[in-house]
């Protein structure tokens, strides 16, 4: 373990700074420490070295509000196997039984621990997020399966808009119930919307099947008066216009090898907040932690500009395989260039 003073977490006003490009002395980091498949299992106690580094954002996550799990449907669906070829609705016939069903927001059985943690949050003046993982492209697939939905988008788009109203009114209740019991700074959702060389759909597509959704959550984030997050893997590079209208504020991660982030900071730094995620599927795996340092001043460089404004994490979860020194070096470099970075602008 390196040996030298870690900083505390920035404040709530600092992280709000960040967001909304005002610089403040350090780049947030916000989901660095993401221990994805397999790592815990590897390293064990050895992570808890890490936790010294900070977590400049509380993070309470739930389950999706549109959670089958609790509700009370007449037919039997698959729960277990590879969520996007697993279904819940295999006939459009069951979609009024499934809306009718939904479960009451406010019945959301983690609230009880996210109002604990919350308000110790606002006690330390931290900033708080809440939110849950599946927006209109990740929860549908796992409620008709990956492949009906995408036909569905040609053959079904009646009964997509049916499903998508339904969703939308559902978030935003959920949003509403968050805001009065956590009092939060942002709110975190996820449609991993592209693959490696562009989106799982047509621009033209989103625009006239999810954006408008979009649009109706981002209202409500802004109403409630907070910051949009949204994590997509994947070229999402054609969406970002419709993204930014729709009101996201911060954007994760910008995978490498399908987003060019130098084009992407220079075409967008100055409309949204770019969560800048290092690469876990190479850099993480195969460098040197002399080249993740490398990389980590490289998307700092390449996204915390006058005009720009970024936070930095973990790409998506640091998997199995990862060497440890790897993971400090990545960490270390972000708190140490991030607040060097921060003071020569």
Same mark, same amino acid.
């Given at each position: 373990?390196?040996?030298?003073?870690?900083? @505390?977490?920035?404040?709530?006003?600092?992280?709000?700074? &960040?967001?909304?490009?005002?610089?403040?002395?350090?780049?947030?980091?916000?989901?660095?420490?993401?221990?994805?498949?397999?790592?815990?299992?590897?390293?064990?106690?050895?992570? @808890?070295?890490?936790? +010294?580094?900070?977590?400049? =954002?509380?993070?309470?996550?739930?389950?999706?509000? !549109?959670?089958?799990?609790?509700?009370?449907?007449?037919?039997?669906?698959? +729960?277990?196997?590879?969520? @996007?070829?697993?279904?819940?609705?295999?006939?459009?016939?069951?979609?009024?039984?499934?809306?009718?069903?939904?479960?009451?927001?406010?019945?959301?059985?983690?609230?009880?621990?996210?109002?604990?943690?919350?308000?110790?949050?606002?006690?330390?003046?931290?900033?708080?997020?809440?939110?849950?993982?599946?927006?209109?492209?990740?929860?549908?697939?796992?409620?008709?399966?990956?492949?009906?939905?995408?036909?569905?988008?040609?053959?079904?788009?009646?009964?997509?808009?049916?499903?998508?109203?339904?969703?939308?009114?559902?978030? +935003?209740?959920?949003?509403?119930?968050?805001?009065?019991?956590?009092?939060?700074?942002?709110?975190?959702?996820?449609?991993?919307?592209?693959?490696?060389?562009?989106?799982?759909? +047509?621009?033209?597509?989103?625009?006239?099947?999810?954006?408008?959704?979009?649009?109706?959550?981002?209202?409500?984030?802004?109403?409630?008066?907070?910051?949009?997050?949204?994590?997509?893997?994947?070229?999402?590079?054609?969406?970002?216009?419709?993204?930014?209208?729709?009101?996201?504020? =911060?954007?994760?991660?910008?995978?490498?090898?399908?987003?060019?982030?130098?084009?992407?900071?220079?075409?967008?730094?100055?409309?949204?907040?770019?969560?800048?995620?290092?690469?876990?599927?190479?850099?993480?795996?195969?460098?040197?932690?002399?080249?993740?340092? &490398?990389? =980590?001043?490289?998307?700092?460089?390449?996204?915390?500009?006058?005009?720009?404004?970024?936070?930095?994490? &973990?790409?998506?979860?640091?998997?199995?395989?990862?060497?440890?020194?790897?993971?400090?070096?990545?960490?270390?470099?972000? !708190? =140490?260039?991030?607040?060097?970075?921060?003071?020569?602008?």
């Amino acid at each position: 373990m390196i040996d030298r003073e870690i900083p @505390d977490p920035l404040t709530r006003d600092e992280v709000v700074a &960040a967001v909304e490009g005002h610089h403040p002395p350090r780049i947030p980091l916000v989901r660095a420490k993401w221990w994805g498949e397999g790592l815990n299992e590897q390293y064990g106690a050895e992570l @808890d070295c890490f936790d +010294s580094y900070p977590d400049d =954002v509380e993070e309470l996550h739930t389950k999706n509000p !549109v959670d089958p799990g609790r509700m009370d449907l007449s037919w039997d669906w698959e +729960s277990t196997g590879a969520h @996007d070829s697993r279904f819940v609705i295999s006939e459009w016939a069951q979609l009024e039984e499934f809306v009718d069903n939904l479960p009451d927001p406010a019945s959301d059985p983690l609230w009880p621990e996210l109002e604990e943690r919350a308000d110790r949050a606002h006690r330390e003046n931290r900033y708080v997020m809440c939110g849950f993982w599946g927006l209109f492209f990740e929860r549908p697939w796992g409620i008709r399966g990956m492949e009906n939905l995408l036909i569905d988008f040609h053959l079904e788009q009646e009964n997509v808009h049916r499903l998508f109203t339904a969703m939308a009114t559902q978030y +935003s209740g959920w949003i509403r119930e968050a805001t009065l019991r956590l009092r939060p700074h942002g709110f975190w959702t996820s449609d991993d919307l592209g693959h490696q060389t562009g989106p799982m759909m +047509s621009p033209g597509l989103f625009h006239d099947l999810l954006y408008p959704y979009y649009c109706q959550v981002g209202e409500e984030v802004r109403g409630a008066g907070m910051h949009f997050w949204l994590h997509s893997c994947g070229d999402n590079t054609l969406l970002l216009p419709d993204l930014i209208d729709a009101g996201v504020d =911060v954007f994760h991660p910008v995978q490498k090898h399908t987003m060019d982030e130098e084009a992407i900071a220079e075409e967008f730094g100055g409309e949204i907040t770019f969560l800048a995620g290092i690469d876990v599927q190479h850099v993480l795996q195969e460098e040197s932690p002399h080249g993740v340092r &490398a990389e =980590v001043r490289a998307l700092i460089d390449t996204f915390d500009r006058a005009e720009g404004r970024m936070c930095l994490a &973990a790409g998506n979860g640091i998997v199995a395989g990862t060497p440890i020194e790897n993971i400090e070096a990545f960490l270390d470099e972000a !708190v =140490v260039y991030g607040a060097r970075h921060r003071s020569d602008q």
